[in-house]
């Protein structure tokens, strides 16, 4: 019988059922210290006697999931209508399922998560903005994630509550005017061509998206 030089590897004199040592010849067993991935394989166990006999045993090493590349590294900024790309690998045993996910909203496709190591995003808009994040996951621990800001650059985008409002002589009135942009834009109000300042009938809120009259 050869014993590895190993010396996390060593062989232990089996014992009976009732607690007794038997023959050292007659049954060992393979005590493996500080078990590392790469002990994983095939153990045999051989028997030289008048009938020779082998017994094989299987040893698999368990991982628990661990993401190994992730680009961006942390936050992606692109100009509207770009093709946004996001990668993700990770390593464990058995290999994890790698997905994707939008923090507190749905994918742009619409899609609640990706199982994908690799995701596109096609003509990117403000409804691409967001955290992201990958999650790497073999049952086995706890599943290892990692985020992404995306960060979309576009022009103003001008959104009207209402057209037309209606009031009446002496009431105070409020329009909202709701703007979308990144960087954020700087707003003003104008009647007719005259911009409009702060005054005692006159007042904006909000950083301007709403004018108080």
Known sequence: MKVSMNPRI?????????????????????EIRDVRTSDTGKYICQLSS?????????????????????????????????????ECHGDGNPAPTISWSRKNDVMPNGESSNEKEIIEIRNAD??????????????????????VEVSVIYPPEIELERRMVHTGIGFEVQLICVIHAEPPANIHWFFGTAQLATTERHSQQNHGSRLRI
């Open 10 to 30: 060593k062989l232990i004199p089996g014992q009976s059922r009732k607690g007794g040592t038997v023959d050292l010849d007659n049954s060992y067993n393979l």
């Open 50 to 86: 008048m009938n020779p006999r082998e017994v094989i045993h299987t040893l698999v090493v368990l991982v628990p999931p661990k993401i190994t590349f992730m680009t961006p590294a942390a936050r992606m900024e692109v100009a509207k209508g770009s093709t946004v790309y996001l």
């Open 126 to 147: 403000r409804t691409a903005i967001g955290m992201y994040k990958c999650s790497a996951d073999n049952h086995v621990g706890t599943p290892d994630t990692r985020e």
